[in-house]
């Protein structure tokens, strides 16, 4: 490591590349618990620095990344993504597309940062552990899940002029209460903080959805449903990528291509990627340093716009909107990731079901896959709480169910939302740690499609 803050190491690193280039930091520190069987299985701590440069000469880009931040590492990471992007634009033999790095702008300010939670005591893993052991034994249940904090400090510095830090922190744990039959509920929670978390209360909720009773199963066909929190927040992490890539957009296989300007989804429905939105999990600027501000996606139930980094922004004839994932913008493209569904008039899940005859509830969805990103059609499963609902209340368990329909379709038969919005992620963090949610109601809508039962 250094004795140098992430800024100045970027503008260090900067230093050692000639022309247009970006030197990004990436500190990351972060403590990870899993448990199963109302057992720690795995204790992981992280302590990471990465230095990367992006180098642009023509329009192509080359990079190249380090974790040594010496004068000779950071000289040696600069030459190889000069000598990378001179490689790509000799073998093009013409200008590529990338437009050139943003420049510089003010940056909005956030409360993403916790103090408390960057100091990652591994006694908060353990107290909440054991809570959540103590409350599923006390239901005759065992607790499978994780537990997981973290605090990345991300510091950009480009021959533009961009000078950005960005400090975040996050917190994570999810609960399945199992029982020795199998049958299991789930919940999880997640946010800025350590004290943002609530054991018990994730325990006792995921407890709560495991009966006694043998759950039945159910035909295949379209059924009312009501879809908890997690649930929507999956389907509309799935809608990011799917409908809102300014690149897929421009190469005309996003799903709103030829439909911007034209009603999608319920008028109900207002969509929104706000980093800023209270309850989120806040960012100042994306990956080339542009800064993030509220983008509305869907109004009133009509699609608005989609996300670009520079790259796909230059495609498209228009400027950024700070989604860059990666510095030079991501072979994926860019994509939402403080996704605010506002909420609706209805008190609670108890009022969304009130007016199902018979139907599902839905506590979440596992396993999604997308089938056709033209019409949003996915595929997934349901998993850990899916009841019959009965003369408008939660009746008997059901065995988990496929599913396979279109998200834009499933908004477009919403039919109502809860007022209560709530921060759901996922939060599984394959390589560097970058946490995103999605601050959601619960929601009641028609004609869920049914493919099959699972096993």
């Not at 013409?94 to 408390?116: I, Q, S, W």
């Not at 035909?219 to 449903?225: F, K, R």
Request: with cysteine.
């Amino acid at each position: 490591m250094t004795d140098l803050e992430p800024l100045e190491l970027a503008e260090r690193a900067l230093g050692f590349a000639d022309g247009e280039a970006q030197a990004t930091v990436v500190r990351e520190r972060s403590l990870l618990s899993r448990f199963a069987v109302s057992r720690p299985t795995q204790a992981t701590e992280v302590d990471d620095l990465t230095v990367s440069v992006l180098c642009v000469d023509q329009g192509h880009t080359g990079s190249a990344e380090t974790n040594a931040t010496t004068d000779e590492a950071l000289r040696d990471v600069a030459a190889r993504a000069r000598a990378a992007a001179r490689a790509a634009a000799g073998a093009a033999g013409e200008p590529g597309d990338y437009p050139g790095l943003p420049a510089p702008a003010a940056a909005p300010r956030h409360d993403g940062f916790d103090p408390l939670t960057a100091q990652l005591d591994p006694g908060a893993a353990g107290e909440a552990l054991s809570v959540a052991f103590e409350r599923c034994a006390a239901a005759g249940l065992q607790a499978f899940g994780i537990w997981t904090a973290g605090a990345v400090d991300t510091a950009i510095a480009s021959s533009t002029g961009v000078r950005a830090l960005d400090s975040v922190t996050d917190a994570f744990m999810k609960v399945i209460a199992r029982h020795e039959s199998g049958r299991s509920g789930w919940a999880a929670g997640t946010g800025t903080s350590i004290a943002a978390i609530d054991p018990d209360a994730l325990a006792t909720r995921a407890a709560a959805k495991v009966t006694r009773e043998d759950p039945v199963g159910l035909a295949p066909g379209e059924y009312p449903v009501v879809l908890e929190n997690d649930a929507v927040g999956s389907l509309l992490e799935f809608l990011g990528g799917l409908a809102f890539d300014g690149l897929a957009h421009t190469e005309g296989r996003g799903a709103l291509v030829g439909r911007l300007g034209d009603r999608v989804a319920a008028p109900s429905i207002d969509l929104t990627d706000s980093p800023q939105f209270a309850g989120t999990l806040p960012r100042a600027v994306d990956a080339e340093g542009v800064p993030k501000h509220a983008l509305p996606l869907i109004r009133a139930g009509v699609a608005h716009a989609v996300v670009h980094d520079t790259r796909s922004a230059a495609r498209a004839g228009t400027t950024s909107t700070g989604h860059a994932l990666a510095p030079g913008g991501s072979a994926y493209g860019a994509a939402p990731t403080n996704l605010v569904l506002i909420g609706g008039g209805a008190a609670d899940e108890a009022e969304l079901m009130a007016p199902i005859e018979r139907g599902l509830y839905v506590t979440r969805l596992w396993y999604l896959n997308t089938v056709h990103q033209k019409s949003t059609l996915v595929t997934g499963t349901t998993r850990d709480g899916t009841f019959l609902i009965e003369d408008g209340r939660i009746g008997r368990p059901l065995k988990d169910v496929r599913f396979t329909d279109s998200i834009l379709r499933l908004l477009e038969a919403t039919e109502a939302l809860s007022a209560t919005q709530r921060l759901v992620a996922e939060a599984d963090f394959y390589g560097r740690r970058f946490a995103t949610g999605v601050v959601t109601p619960a929601l009641r809508a028609q004609g869920f499609r049914i493919t099959g039962q699972t096993l």
